[in-house]
């Protein structure tokens, strides 16, 4: 072993910790990365936080680079910026799907370099852009299309984030909780409460992992209108609305996970395509307002049953090491 590191530790169902965890030597093909930021990803990790993982989801749902199992005591994390430390490329400032800890061994090939003009600071929501262009994939937008993003949260922004850039299309960022009009201003997209939303969409992606946001979803869509459904309830089974007008309208509702590419791209397209591609969006500054909050590595136990309890509201927070 090549020592120790400290981990942010999910040790138990709503307990958490900084933990030593042992660090192991670097094969010829790995690198050493010594972590400068991490993001939460709030929903997957309150939901990890609390222990809700389901049982059936465990080998699924596992992070690329986890340390432990569900429900704990478990090391968990997929957004981390950092330096190479040594290995091949070392100096690079690169991302990885890592953990929040303070040193990792991973394989050189996992890693992607930053680009220049991409922020390290910035650069830790790259596994959240590259979520929203699988989901764009997956729903294919349109020029001028009609579009409502129903949930504002670090994955519903990102993904009108990155359609504000389509031409013609109309944006509009739909959630409950009004400050998030600061945010979708910011990215240059409309914004509304559910009950003011626009209806006659051509397509909805939903983020807000309710069952009240999916339901709206579905009533903002015009005739033969799709719903892309990008929320992941855990253990929760949410009620769908497809009584009423929902056959006579011929609705549809699509799933998309980042975990494989989407299929229209599969036969291109690598996961690490994908990735590099996030990274060059992320040269936009208007993605900075995502990161809505900071903290210090050290404060992450005390700071995560607060946004898993709802207690500290906002969208990414990035972990500074």
Same mark, same amino acid.
């Given at each position: 072993?090549?020592?120790?590191?400290?981990?942010?530790?999910?040790?138990?169902?709503?307990?958490?910790?900084?933990?030593?965890?042992?660090?192991?030597?670097?094969?010829?093909?790995?690198?050493?990365?010594?972590?400068?930021? *991490?993001?939460?990803?709030?929903?997957?990790?309150?939901?990890?936080?609390?222990?809700?993982?389901?049982?059936?989801? @465990?080998? =699924?749902?596992?992070?690329?680079?986890?340390?432990?199992?569900?429900?704990?005591?478990?090391? @968990?994390?997929?957004?981390?910026?950092?330096?190479?430390?040594?290995?091949?490329?070392?100096?690079?400032?690169?991302?990885?799907?890592?953990?929040?800890?303070?040193?990792?061994?991973?394989? &050189? %090939? !996992?890693?992607?370099?930053?680009?220049?003009?991409?922020?390290? &600071?910035?650069?830790? =929501?790259?596994?959240?852009?590259?979520?929203?262009?699988?989901?764009?994939?997956?729903?294919?937008?349109?020029?001028? /299309?009609?579009?409502?993003?129903?949930?504002?949260?670090?994955?519903?922004?990102?993904? %009108?984030?990155?359609?504000?850039?389509?031409?013609?299309v109309r944006v509009e960022l739909v959630d409950v909780d009004t400050s998030r009009r600061a945010v979708a201003e910011a990215l240059g997209v409309g914004f509304a409460t559910p009950?003011a939303a626009t209806g006659e969409c051509d397509l909805v992606l939903h983020a807000s992992t309710t069952e009240a946001g999916l339901a709206r979803s579905l009533e903002l869509l015009?005739?033969?209108?799709?719903?892309?459904?990008? !929320?992941?309830?855990?253990?929760?089974?949410?009620?769908?609305?497809?009584?009423?007008?929902?056959? !006579?309208?011929?609705?549809?509702?699509?799933? *998309?996970?980042?975990?494989?590419?989407?299929?229209?791209?599969?036969?291109?397209? !690598?996961?690490?395509?994908?990735?590099?591609?996030?990274?060059?969006?992320?040269?936009?500054?208007?993605?900075?307002?995502?990161?809505?909050?900071?903290?210090?590595?050290? /404060?992450?136990?005390?700071?995560?049953?607060?946004? %898993?309890?709802?207690?500290?509201?906002?969208?990414?927070?990035?972990? /500074?090491?």
């Amino acid at each position: 072993m090549a020592g120790t590191t400290r981990a942010f530790r999910v040790a138990a169902p709503g307990q958490a910790d900084i933990a030593d965890i042992p660090l192991p030597d670097p094969g010829p093909d790995d690198v050493v990365l010594r972590t400068r930021h *991490s993001a939460v990803s709030r929903g997957t990790e309150s939901l990890v936080f609390r222990g809700q993982v389901p049982e059936s989801q @465990y080998e =699924l749902m596992r992070a690329p680079f986890q340390v432990g199992d569900f429900p704990g005591p478990v090391v @968990y994390g997929y957004l981390a910026v950092g330096e190479v430390e040594a290995g091949p490329g070392a100096g690079r400032t690169v991302f990885a799907l890592a953990p929040h800890q303070e040193r990792v061994v991973v394989p &050189a %090939a !996992s890693v992607v370099e930053v680009p220049a003009d991409v922020p390290p &600071a910035r650069a830790v =929501l790259a596994g959240t852009v590259e979520t929203a262009v699988n989901a764009l994939w997956d729903a294919a937008p349109r020029v001028g /299309d009609r579009v409502a993003v129903v949930g504002a949260g670090m994955v519903g922004s990102a993904v %009108a984030g990155v359609l504000a850039t389509f031409p013609g299309v109309r944006v509009e960022l739909v959630d409950v909780d009004t400050s998030r009009r600061a945010v979708a201003e910011a990215l240059g997209v409309g914004f509304a409460t559910p009950d003011a939303a626009t209806g006659e969409c051509d397509l909805v992606l939903h983020a807000s992992t309710t069952e009240a946001g999916l339901a709206r979803s579905l009533e903002l869509l015009g005739d033969e209108g799709e719903v892309v459904e990008m !929320s992941w309830f855990g253990e929760n089974a949410p009620r769908v609305p497809l009584g009423e007008a929902f056959h !006579s309208r011929r609705l549809a509702i699509r799933a *998309s996970q980042v975990g494989r590419v989407a299929p229209a791209r599969r036969a291109r397209w !690598s996961t690490t395509d994908r990735l590099r591609l996030a990274l060059r969006l992320l040269a936009d500054p208007r993605f900075e307002a995502l990161i809505t909050d900071t903290c210090a590595f050290e /404060d992450l136990p005390t700071v995560m049953p607060q946004l %898993a309890a709802g207690e500290r509201p906002g969208l990414a927070v990035r972990v /500074d090491y």
